[in-house]
């Protein structure tokens, strides 16, 4: 962060703040694309709200919408606010003053709404939100739970059709080191019936994806090289679906895998599958 603030940030990283700055998010899409328009139907005041992130936002959308739909076929009464992004991206990259203000944004939505629990299915947004915040002394003033936290226990009360298939978890940094989240995502695993074989480096141990800390941006070979380590790993465990419970490590993941016989999913689109009876290509 001291290096950052004499000398700058470098400029795939500078370019997070100038779009956040623009449109509060990371990419630059319009801001009107998250949440503000409402094809869900979703009320605009609940108990529960989904912290969707950017990159379910605008890149691995599919995993918004799996959320969205495991949600509302559980009956939960859930609401989307106004959000921006949650300040993961220049936390990690060193941008630090901007990130308060963007924390006061979140909050300010989430006591308007009047929520008292939040969901998220970003493993960035979860470490962000549960520990960030509260070190740059921004108070939520709600609990926040990562979808597989969240699912534990709804899952026992809904119908499921058992998928069958033989997978591998990718803990993803910010859950697992960052948050000591392991046993929630391997029990979701569990309850939809597919059968878990672990990677040899898994849990505190497990190989990074390569994608966080500003690294898919400034140094896209490195992070291809580090997923692709990850993705040798998962086939070498004979899972025909390598799943994690982060969209940016599903995305570096799969640009890692390539044409290789392995399915890069995250937990949620599982669970979607198991609740809905889709098969979607597992084997």
């Not at 969901?119 to 990562?146: F, I, M, N, P």
Request: contains cysteine.
């Amino acid at each position: 962060m001291r290096a950052v603030e004499s000398v700058g940030a470098l400029p795939a990283h500078a370019k997070f703040r100038e779009r956040i700055e623009r449109v509060h998010n990371p990419y630059g899409a319009p801001h009107h694309n998250r949440g503000l328009v409402n094809p869900w139907g979703l009320p605009t005041h609940a108990d529960v709200a989904y912290f969707v992130g950017c990159t379910a936002n605008y890149r691995e959308t599919e995993i918004r919408d799996a959320t969205i739909e495991v949600l509302k076929r559980l009956g939960i009464e859930f609401t989307i606010v106004d959000e921006y992004c949650c300040g993961s991206p220049l936390l990690r990259t060193g941008q630090v003053r901007d990130v308060i203000d963007l924390a006061r944004h979140n909050a300010e939505a989430f006591q308007g709404a009047g929520v008292k629990t939040v969901v998220t299915s970003c493993a960035g947004c979860y470490r962000t939100l549960t520990k960030d915040y509260q070190r740059l002394g921004v108070d939520l003033g709600v609990e926040v739970l990562h979808i597989s936290e969240f699912l534990g226990e709804a899952l026992s009360r809904a119908s499921l059709n058992p998928l069958g298939t033989t997978v591998t978890y990718h803990d993803p940094c910010h859950l697992g080191r960052h948050a000591g989240v392991y046993d929630p995502p391997r029990a979701v695993l569990e309850q939809i019936g597919v059968e878990l074989v672990e990677m040899p480096r898994n849990r505190s141990n497990a190989w990074c994806c390569g994608a966080g800390g500003g690294v898919k941006s400034a140094f896209p070979d490195l992070a291809l090289w580090t997923a692709g380590q990850r993705v040798d790993e998962a086939l070498s465990t004979g899972a025909t679906v390598l799943s994690s419970a982060c969209p940016f490590c599903k995305r570096n993941l799969s640009d890692g895998a390539g044409n290789r016989n392995v399915r890069v999913t995250d937990i949620v689109e599982l669970v979607a599958q198991a609740m809905s009876g889709r098969r979607m290509g597992l084997t």
